[in-house]
């Protein structure tokens, strides 16, 4: 199968961008607000139109020639979106008209090499489309018309977007090829893992962080599945990441790695225990749905007796509280204790993450949930779950139909979520609980 393919929303400050990327996939995402710049990082969200399915990122506002230190991370942040996209959406702003830093930024795109889709925004009525000869002269192609505020135009530039990627050559997938990544903190012990798993030195191990620079794919066979690893440079906080070309474009390869996974490990080190930084590479894991394992490293150097194990996978729990459906594995790529269980806890989790649950099965759970207990009333109006469906997989995903989606709270679909772990074996994997009202002919 093709891979879903990568849109990034480029362009100077303040025309919209992260106002079209919201509309886009649904939710309010990216924070909107009539200030330049308050987008800085890169965000990556899934979207559809119709039966198409693709990625898309949003960036902050590029000036080219700006001193300003958050200014040129921003554009860098913007520059690495656009390196790894398939596709480039390049926003200009139809109200204030060109200038001069939107041919700067079409100067660029230009050099990337990358296709661009030129959209106009701020077009908010039809008569303003007259003044779009204006924007031929970035020599980028056709203008697209849109106004993100108000959804005009925007079916036309979802169905540029997926006219180009019909006609696209993509990498091709294959769906029986288990793709796994191994993340994590530099020199936490991945490249020690990947060679160890693969029986060879495929890839440079050092005492040094930041060994690896890029995401290095393997194939191997074992027990005659056929895996891809992917062994990564450590993701680093951004204070500690230089201004660099080569560091940045790492932990822009090691969470686009993530993405294109199976399953991920995340390697913790088990001297320097779960850091902040362990937790923002576990969230990255989250939000991008894949089932995952933790590997704690290095437990040969760690002082222990027969409360170690659980007095440690409590602490890790308690610093990482959404993802406690992850398991939790004690190795030690040097001694090469309990590596022989990594691959089995591989298939393990992905074979959750695929898992079905068939419809009569699925409503008999959640009735039993809603028996045991109520949802709460809010106002004095109570959630009602009429019937319930599973719409997806890797992640498994629930979609219940309800009497009023607003009344569904968080703690509530938490305890569903958690009902819905106990009957079957979730392990290793995120669930997607979503409500819809149901209409009266339903």
Same mark, same amino acid.
């Given at each position: 199968?093709?891979?879903?393919?990568?849109?990034?929303?480029?362009?100077?400050?303040?025309?919209?961008?992260?106002?079209?990327?919201?509309?886009?996939?649904?939710?309010?995402?990216?924070?909107?607000?009539?200030?330049?710049?308050?987008?800085?990082?890169?965000?990556?969200?899934?979207?559809?139109?119709?039966?198409?399915?693709?990625?898309?990122?949003?960036?902050?506002?590029?000036?080219?020639?700006?001193?300003?230190?958050?200014?040129?991370?921003?554009?860098?942040? =913007? *520059? $690495?979106?656009? %390196?790894? /996209? #398939?596709? &480039?959406?390049?926003? @200009?702003? !139809? +109200?204030?008209?060109?200038?001069?830093?939107?041919?700067?930024?079409?100067?660029?795109?230009?050099?990337?090499?990358?296709?661009?889709?030129?959209?106009?925004?701020?077009?908010?009525?039809?008569?303003?489309?007259?003044?779009?000869?204006?924007?031929?002269?970035?020599?980028?192609?056709?203008?697209?018309?849109?106004?993100?505020?108000?959804?005009?135009?925007?079916?036309?530039?979802?169905?540029?977007?997926?006219?180009?990627?019909?006609? =696209? *050559? $993509?990498?091709? %997938?294959? /769906? #029986?090829? &288990?793709?796994?990544? @191994?993340? !994590? +903190?530099?020199?936490?012990?991945?490249?020690?893992?990947?060679?160890?798993?693969?029986?060879?030195?495929?890839?440079?191990?050092?005492?040094?962080?930041?060994?690896?620079?890029?995401?290095?794919?393997?194939?191997?066979?074992?027990?005659?599945?056929?895996?891809?690893?992917?062994?990564?440079?450590?993701?680093?906080?951004?204070?500690?990441?230089?201004?660099?070309?080569?560091?940045?474009?790492?932990?822009?390869?090691?969470?686009?790695?993530?993405?294109?996974?199976?399953?991920?490990?995340?390697?913790?080190?088990?001297?320097?225990?779960?850091?902040?930084?362990?937790?923002?590479?576990?969230?990255?894991?989250?939000?991008?749905?894949?089932?995952?394992?933790?590997?704690?490293?290095?437990?040969?150097?760690?002082?222990?007796?027969?409360?170690?194990?659980?007095?440690?996978?409590?602490?890790?729990?308690?610093?990482?509280?959404?993802?406690?459906?992850?398991?939790?594995?004690?190795?030690?790529?040097?001694?090469?204790?309990?590596?022989?269980?990594?691959?089995?806890?591989?298939?393990?989790?992905?074979?959750?993450?695929?898992?079905?649950?068939?419809?009569?099965?699925?409503?008999?759970?959640?009735?039993?949930?809603?028996?045991?207990?109520?949802?709460?009333?809010?106002?004095?109006?109570?959630?009602?779950?009429?019937?319930?469906?599973?719409?997806?997989?890797?992640?498994?995903?629930?979609?219940?139909?309800?009497?009023?989606?607003?009344?569904?709270?968080?703690?509530?679909?938490?305890?569903?979520?958690?009902?819905?772990?106990?009957?079957?074996?979730?392990?290793?994997?995120?669930?997607?609980?979503?409500?819809?009202?149901?209409?009266?002919?339903?």
């Amino acid at each position: 199968m093709k891979r879903k393919p990568i849109v990034a929303i480029v362009g100077r400050p303040n025309v919209g961008k992260s106002t079209f990327f919201n509309r886009m996939i649904g939710r309010h995402m990216s924070i909107v607000e009539d200030t330049p710049g308050v987008t800085r990082d890169r965000l990556y969200a899934d979207a559809k139109w119709q039966n198409f399915a693709f990625t898309l990122v949003d960036t902050g506002g590029i000036e080219m020639n700006s001193d300003d230190v958050i200014k040129r991370q921003m554009k860098t942040q =913007a *520059q $690495l979106a656009a %390196e790894t /996209a #398939d596709l &480039i959406l390049f926003f @200009v702003d !139809g +109200k204030t008209g060109l200038t001069a830093e939107d041919y700067d930024v079409a100067d660029y795109l230009r050099r990337t090499g990358k296709d661009v889709l030129l959209v106009v925004n701020k077009m908010d009525n039809a008569s303003r489309e007259d003044y779009l000869y204006e924007y031929y002269e970035l020599g980028i192609g056709v203008p697209l018309p849109v106004s993100s505020v108000h959804g005009l135009g925007t079916g036309d530039v979802l169905d540029a977007i997926a006219d180009y990627f019909d006609h =696209a *050559q $993509l990498d091709e %997938e294959d /769906a #029986d090829v &288990i793709k796994i990544a @191994v993340v !994590g +903190k530099p020199n936490a012990g991945k490249s020690s893992l990947v060679n160890s798993i693969l029986g060879e030195e495929r890839s440079i191990v050092s005492d040094r962080p930041g060994t690896t620079r890029d995401a290095v794919d393997t194939p191997f066979t074992h027990e005659g599945r056929d895996y891809v690893i992917m062994d990564t440079a450590g993701i680093r906080r951004k204070a500690r990441i230089e201004d660099n070309s080569i560091e940045r474009f790492s932990v822009v390869r090691a969470l686009s790695a993530v993405r294109r996974s199976d399953v991920a490990l995340l390697m913790v080190d088990a001297v320097e225990g779960v850091s902040d930084q362990d937790a923002k590479i576990a969230g990255y894991i989250q939000e991008a749905g894949k089932p995952v394992v933790v590997l704690v490293n290095k437990w040969a150097l760690v002082d222990k007796d027969h409360s170690t194990v659980n007095e440690y996978t409590r602490t890790l729990r308690a610093q990482l509280p959404f993802m406690d459906y992850a398991p939790v594995l004690f190795i030690s790529c040097k001694t090469g204790q309990r590596l022989p269980r990594v691959l089995e806890m591989v298939d393990t989790v992905l074979a959750n993450a695929r898992r079905k649950i068939t419809t009569g099965l699925l409503n008999d759970v959640i009735n039993d949930a809603t028996a045991a207990l109520d949802a709460p009333s809010v106002s004095g109006r109570r959630l009602r779950i009429y019937y319930s469906t599973q719409v997806g997989q890797q992640p498994p995903e629930f979609l219940l139909f309800v009497n009023n989606a607003e009344l569904m709270r968080d703690s509530y679909r938490r305890y569903l979520e958690n009902h819905l772990r106990k009957t079957f074996d979730f392990t290793g994997t995120p669930l997607v609980v979503t409500c819809r009202n149901r209409k009266e002919n339903e």
